[in-house]
């Protein structure tokens, strides 16, 4: 498992390089899939590490977005400084919803993400003239990155850019996997009653986890908006929100570059099924989602710890 | 001298259901005291509110003199007062010095850190594996829990509990569900434990309460029935007969 | 005043629907403790069983309701013996996983057959007028709703209250490993049960299509809605379902209607509150 871990990271860093110069015609695919890997490894950190689920995590997804197509509106259109401030404001948001998602059995704890994620859907779509509704927000343009590099037509300042940004997140996550705090969420997914009978504040460590994994979540959302620029109603809807979970289960939770994989794979099948029609999308989601529960319990991540230690033994 | 845990008419209720009956018990310092009593007497539940599983309804429990009644369980753990489980409450897809680890690192504190090793931190690991050796575990230190036989995993219990450095440890039947032999050992190594830490628990086999045990109090319907030294309850005809009692009900049964 | 009247009748004909639909959930929940996000999916088959008989067929619509509802039951039982049951011990995230999955599959092979447009459906004369009550005019369709929900709620309760299947079911809600000690044969009673859930729901689905319309969204749209319904009523409660199904319904149909522009916030609003100052549900802190 370690080897997994601690070993995938650099590999599929060069795989993405090696992306760039082999195939320079689907750049802004490949940003895409940066993006989505961003946001599944956000929700990866509730569901694969904590153990939790949330039915709404795309809420602070859609907000980044927000945050950022609007301050670019409002003159600050230097992409570094809106990702930080997507990142404050989703985070903020995150940490005032902890109130009431981290409180409660499971059942209540899926209604409410369910709920507040339909609340802020309905609540974007009324507020028009900062939004604008059902038809979002395209009329911004973001300035080069840190003043040096313009968002150019082919999409090689995206592509680079949003890579950075995911390397960064990659990095940060796999340090707090293997951190004190990484171990208490693995204590909480692993025997949530048994925690208080250590001693440990479980309340607060979920709440310090909702808060990070909404921050970074904000941060996808609004490098989407950023590199497509756009923002609008579907960054925060229910399915986005199914998407990220499916992208976290299959590529394995709780493994990093399980779920990097999870969300490059499935965003790929996703750019291609939808190219035909979204109902054969949403066919595919709904048949991996269901058969994820019988087979490969692990994800991508737990096949390939298998076929290494299959491989070692042999050895 | 105060004692370690005091409780004062505690009662537990559910609907119109007494689990736990007007209860006050001394627990001294440094004490080994059982906690017997026929199945239901309510020695779990009485568990559970000591620790702060369940709310008491009503009445009062004091931690070395300091009331703790209202507070949650992970608060009377950071105050002192730890428990195990009946049934193992293991992390089980963790290694077993993670198991222990993780009690340490949140009695230190340091689980706020979340840019920091944890495998890295020498004292903690330092710290786990003596508790480890101390229940025989350390050549285990790396297999997962559910890797372990069910015999070892309550000595994992025990290691995590110990991780918390408790000053009372409250032990729910510690050896329940492991062979004679095993729990035999298990009791070895909860009499070897420092003869400062005050230990309270609950055990169903009457050979090893004799034997371990300095202080006994007989729980029946939720309520105390009676307190001495191993001597007098052996001696008391009332335990007898609840004892007895319940074995002619079984066989009726 | 007669405004009012009409807008409850309406709150209330919604909420018994909300109700048909809510209660095979609340059921599966109780009893199984299995979390189905998928228990929309059998409103929505009862709606395009019907819409397929009425337009299709032309079988009269008082007679596509009770067919809708056997044979939504009966994907219910099929679907329960082949794969569902297999699901009941899983952990909670699995439960979430797979029943996000099936509605999503059920929702885009109703896309797939039927198209994304919203199914009309003709509804005959009677139900179609408006009936004088007096004081108030109301569509008889409505009127028909509120009676029909009435009838079913009465007939379930009678069924577990009064029948040997009822008994049965309730033992094995409040203390299953008892249940299974005295000889019920658990594993069937979950089988029927699930398709007697799934068959209520196919009879609101039915009945829906005239009201709420019915599209291949349907399984998502009122998930927020049941489980609402279920957490505030209390799992494996009927009478608590229809009490919670009837309110949310009276209450989100009146702020619709008199503040249009919150109305669509208000329910989730009593959500929000709801967790606020009863995190566990409504229910469970009445059990305790």
Redesign the interface.
Known sequence: MRMVRVGAGLPLLLLAVAGFFLFPEYLTLFTSLFILSVFALSYDLL?GHA?V?S?GHAVFFGTGAYTTAILARHGLAEPVLGLLAALVVSALLALVLT??VV??????R???T???G??MF??AN?ARDLTGGADGLSDFTMGPVLGLFRFDFAGETAFFYSLAVLVLVYFFLW??A???????L??I???V??????????RR?LA?AYT?SGGIAGLAGALLAQTSNFASLDMLG?ERS?EV??MA?LGGTGSIPGVVLGATGLGYLKDALSAMSP??W??G??????????VLRGGIAGAATALIRRLRERA | MTPAIETAGLTLRYGNFTAVNDVSLRVATGARHALIGPNGAGKTSLVHTLTGNVPATSGTIRLGGEEVTTLPQAARVRRGLTRTFQINQLFRGLTVLENVSLAILERERKTRNFWRSAAADRAVAEEAREHLAFVNLDAYAARPVHALPYGLQRLVELAIALGTKPRVLVLDEPAAGVPAAQSEAIFERIHALPRDLTLLFVEHDMGLVFRFAERITVLVQGAIMTEGTPAEIQADERVREVYLGRRGHHAAA | MSGLISILADGIAYGMLLFLFSIGLSITLGLMRFINLAHGAFAMCGGYAAVVLLNGFGVPFLLTLPIAAVLTGLVGVVLEQLVIRRVYPMPELQQVLFSIGLAFAAGAVANILFGPQQQPMLLPDWLTARVNLGVVEITGYRIFLILFGLVAAGALVALFNTTLFGARVRAAVDNRPAAEGIGIHVTRLFAITFGLGAAFAGLGGALAVGFLGLDPTFPFKYLVLLLMVVAIGGPGSIAGSFVAAVSLGAIDALFKYYVPEVGSFVIYGILVLMMVFFPKGLASRRAA
Do not use: C, W
């Not at chain 1, 009653?193 to 479980?202: D, K």
């Open positions: 569901q153990g689920v039915l109130r009431i409180v409660g059995n499971d059942l209540t899926l209604l409410v369910l709920g507040v339909f609340l309905e609540a009324q340090r707090l293997a951190s004190p705090f990484g171990l208490a693995r204590g997914r692993e025997n009653r048994r925690m208080p009978a250590i001693g440990a504040p479980v460590h310090t990070i229910f199914a979970m499916m289960t109902k054969y949403q066919l989601i709904g048949i991996v989602l269901m058969l994820s529960v019988f």
